[in-house]
């Protein structure tokens, strides 16, 4: 079936389109049996996680040589990615940016709109296919929620359709945010994700990553929840629904003291404060909710802890220096699983060189 | 001659100088009957317009594959290039970007003057110079009209001089958009620009792009232009004088749809109230000069419609899907067009490997 | 010894080692008996200088054909940088960028905290071991004096530490400067630096490259200075006393007319106002501090005249023309200087092709 017909079975408008469910316009952003634009966490199954950690992991031991990181950064020396960031976020950005230089491609960056042409009364879908003019991807963050889907919804429909990437949009969706915090569980824990017990932490009614991560949690066997948050931030209805609907088990607590103990992985967030609309967090006392340098003697030794970064005063500094504090190491995660991912959508993912040539 | 020699007889003095006729100083601007500095759209004649066509169409080809795309990207890897664009502009920058990313040049971005170290008090000049210091070509875009040519003038009578390529300088002159969009009509019209009816529409009083396009037009054979605007944004009388010293026929008119009939090309064109003093052009009733669906009916099945982008309202969009809508492949002809003259100024246009090796 | 041992015998608190004296901490910032981070003018000696020198040199030689340029930018091909300049700059922020161009790095440029996430209550220094995840050196200017040194003290103290090049941190530091300044006395005094008599004139009390040039004269034999300046902007006391202490003969003077005949070299610098606190330069006549065009008949054929720029109203800008007025190669140097610290740091010193192969 042709891209387009399979479009107008599904709508040929934008805004029913984006009304349907994810799981049947999935397809439309995919060519050949094969993910195209990255645009929602729903979209990577068990095989594809796997995969891209192969990958990820590959490309890490490949480069650790001088030989091997120009023959990775030979893989896409042809090619020329455009880093679209109209919403702050440096930790993002930058590892996106390294992710494209570690695979070759040259990049162009916008990163504040008003040196664009938008000034000029251009739409943001012209803007957006003009940037498509110059480049092979787009790798895109915005505040509004939807955009970067619209976009790769536009780019499929024109005549010379490139790639799109969710960096980030809205307080919806981060794929790629969800993409590293599995592989640094998948990567981090004993044996893997599988029939492990998580305990996430702190502010999970407005937390982006911790909604993802559960909904990915249904690819893996045996894994257990355990949600810990003040009573005001508690983990949204939707996710509960879709954990029960999924045979995960999950409990809700207040007690971060006890949930720690069986835990496999510590799953730390901070107080997303920007997100209020009435100071609602201002009451909160969140301290109860602070990994505290005491805890690393409770906790098991194999467990992890685990943070999206930035934090606040969420986990204590010296924590830093504990092996099972992972959390700058699952910041360079998201570089090698970006890396991954754009190199399996590029379908140069089966030539990277073998390790030790 | 020596160029300083050459340059004394034109003038020594900048504003002396600058106030002789582009014809007058030209040769100041090439090296070796080679363009150096690409400043005035008037540099380029029709030998000069006809290679650099070749090598655009050439550089796309080669491209194609990794290799060829490889083998291009190693032909000024050794060169650095600095963007100078102090002016919002995303489109042309990006072009550019791109344009020295296919050839391996290494690029310095200067897009926000308040980062600069002109607030020490620094001199313009110094600073051009500075940047100049680093760098083996500047790509300036500066609203200041004059400033681009003048950055070539210091620059041409320093001890180590780079090329000055100019990306749009105030009202007056954006020789690489009239470059591109001459390489358009060469591309897309069976059988070339020579004995084509050209129609422009819009805002030509102010447009940059349609007063070049006319100037261009003297390098080609039986060509004739219809002008279609509003009697407030009629093509100034320099315009029109120089086509009829040129013998170039041209008519003036009002009647979109009559005009259009006949067209080879139609060159749409935005309001651009943006240099507007005192809100004139807010009573025009533009909405006659604009080209919609229903007009893909009447106009010559072999035609191309062309606009140099943005556009707010003048082009439908469902105009978009007809083969004849060229403008967003215009605009990637700008990102070759560019990558051409490049190659052309480093002399390694002819270094191009052959298409499929 | 350990490095975590050594900083340990330091200090292991930051304020404690902060406070120490450079001599004293300066080992903690090498690896192997070299150069890890570059912070401090007083970490280069006669020997380093003098290899840098070579380097830099080589450099610049093998560069000058495409061959060779292609070479030099494959050493560091497999390495990425992190450009963090977060304090106007742009003659810094471009030598260092084309620097690492040159040698093949991969750059990432942070130039406006704005869009970094320590909006969202992140410290500095997790934004900068953020940073620091995705990358292989820092290159660093910030406003704060001794932030640079920090963020080195956190790299090394972290389990995978990057090098940290100190860019120009607060009024303290700007170690590169002085090793260009050094490097241009090296290249265009005949005989090199030793026996020289260097003029230094201006704002010598807050003028940062004065002072560190003075320092590292201590490497040199026979040197003897002479300081111009206005009684209100004399050299600070603590920079005589060093003079004094290393046996190198100074006098401090007003009247440049006759300190400029027997000099070597002539530094110029601007008056460096913007460090005002209630206007106190306001009153200088500076312009008895100035070298104008009729000064070039009364200094020495071989002398050089530097300025580390911007500058203002110092130097005629006649004077360019003349053989003696090197800034604009002293910036060039610049360039060189830091591209052959970045490959020392790296360990590709030895590794730069012959030229001419």
Same mark, same amino acid.
């Given at each position: 079936?042709?891209?387009?017909? #399979?479009?107008?079975?599904?709508?040929?408008?934008?805004?029913?389109?984006?009304?349907?469910?994810?799981?049947?316009?999935?397809?439309?952003?995919?060519?050949?049996?094969?993910?195209?634009?990255?645009?929602?966490?729903?979209?990577?199954?068990?095989?594809?996680?796997?995969?891209?950690?192969?990958?990820?992991?590959?490309?890490?031991?490949?480069?650790?040589?001088?030989?091997?990181?120009?023959?990775?950064?030979?893989?896409?020396?042809?090619?020329?990615?455009?880093?679209?960031?109209?919403?702050?976020?440096?930790?993002?950005?930058?590892?996106?940016?390294?992710?494209? *230089?570690?695979?070759?491609?040259?990049?162009?960056? %916008?990163?504040?709109?008003?040196?664009?042409?938008?000034?000029?009364?251009?739409?943001?879908?012209?803007?957006?296919?003009?940037?498509?003019?110059?480049?092979? %991807?787009?790798?895109?963050?915005?505040?509004?929620?939807?955009?970067?889907?619209?976009?790769?919804?536009?780019?499929?429909?024109?005549?010379?359709?490139?790639?799109?990437?969710?960096?980030?949009?809205?307080?919806?969706?981060?794929?790629?945010?969800?993409?590293?915090?599995? $592989?640094?569980? *998948?990567?981090?824990?004993?044996?893997?994700?599988?029939?492990?017990?998580?305990?996430?932490?702190?502010?999970?009614?407005?937390?982006?990553?911790?909604?993802?991560?559960?909904?990915?949690?249904?690819? $893996?066997?045996?894994?257990?929840?355990?949600?810990?948050?003040?009573?005001?931030?508690?983990?949204?209805?939707?996710?509960?629904?879709?954990?029960?609907?999924?045979?995960?088990?999950?409990?809700?607590?207040?007690?971060?003291?006890?949930?720690?103990?069986?835990?496999?992985?510590? $799953?730390?967030?901070?107080?997303?404060?920007?997100?209020?609309?009435?100071?609602?967090?201002?009451?909160?006392?969140?301290?109860?909710?602070?990994?505290?340098?005491? *805890?690393?003697?409770? %906790?098991?030794?194999?467990?992890?802890?685990?943070?999206?970064?930035?934090?606040?005063?969420?986990?204590?500094?010296?924590?830093?220096?504990?092996?099972?504090?992972?959390?700058?190491?699952?910041?360079?995660?998201?570089?090698?699983?970006?890396?991954? #991912?754009?190199? $399996?959508?590029?379908?140069?993912?089966?030539?990277?060189?073998?390790?030790?040539?």
């Amino acid at each position: 079936m042709k891209r387009t017909a #399979l479009m107008t079975e599904v709508s040929r408008n934008w805004d029913e389109f984006h009304a349907t469910d994810i799981s049947q316009k999935a397809p439309f952003f995919s060519r050949e049996g094969r993910l195209y634009d990255c645009l929602f966490s729903q979209q990577f199954d068990r095989k594809l996680l796997d995969h891209l950690f192969t990958v990820a992991d590959r490309l890490r031991q490949v480069t650790g040589t001088p030989e091997g990181a120009a023959a990775v950064a030979r893989l896409l020396a042809h090619k020329r990615a455009m880093l679209y960031f109209v919403q702050p976020s440096t930790r993002t950005f930058l590892s996106f940016l390294n992710a494209c *230089h570690i695979l070759g491609l040259k990049t162009s960056e %916008i990163r504040d709109t008003t040196t664009s042409s938008e000034i000029k009364g251009e739409s943001p879908e012209d803007t957006v296919r003009t940037f498509s003019s110059y480049v092979d %991807i787009i790798i895109m963050r915005h505040p509004a929620p939807g955009f970067v889907e619209k976009t790769a919804w536009v780019m499929n429909r024109a005549k010379r359709p490139v790639p799109v990437v969710n960096g980030g949009s809205g307080k919806d969706q981060h794929p790629t945010q969800a993409l590293l915090d599995v $592989y640094t569980l *998948h990567r981090s824990l004993p044996g893997g994700v599988d029939d492990k017990r998580l305990v996430m932490v702190g502010d999970l009614k407005r937390g982006r990553t911790v909604r993802s991560l559960s909904y990915l949690m249904k690819n $893996y066997r045996g894994v257990s929840l355990t949600f810990v948050s003040p009573p005001e931030l508690r983990m949204e209805a939707d996710i509960l629904e879709f954990l029960r609907r999924h045979d995960i088990p999950y409990q809700e607590t207040e007690d971060f003291a006890s949930a720690m103990i069986g835990a496999d992985a510590i $799953y730390m967030t901070r107080i997303q404060d920007e997100h209020d609309v009435r100071g609602e967090s201002r009451g909160v006392d969140y301290a109860k909710f602070h990994f505290k340098a005491e *805890h690393l003697k409770v %906790i098991k030794p194999s467990a992890i802890i685990m943070h999206p970064l930035p934090r606040r005063h969420e986990i204590e500094l010296s924590v830093d220096e504990d092996d099972r504090a992972v959390y700058w190491r699952q910041e360079r995660n998201g570089m090698w699983a970006r890396a991954a #991912l754009i190199a $399996y959508i590029f379908g140069v993912d089966g030539d990277i060189p073998e390790p030790g040539r």
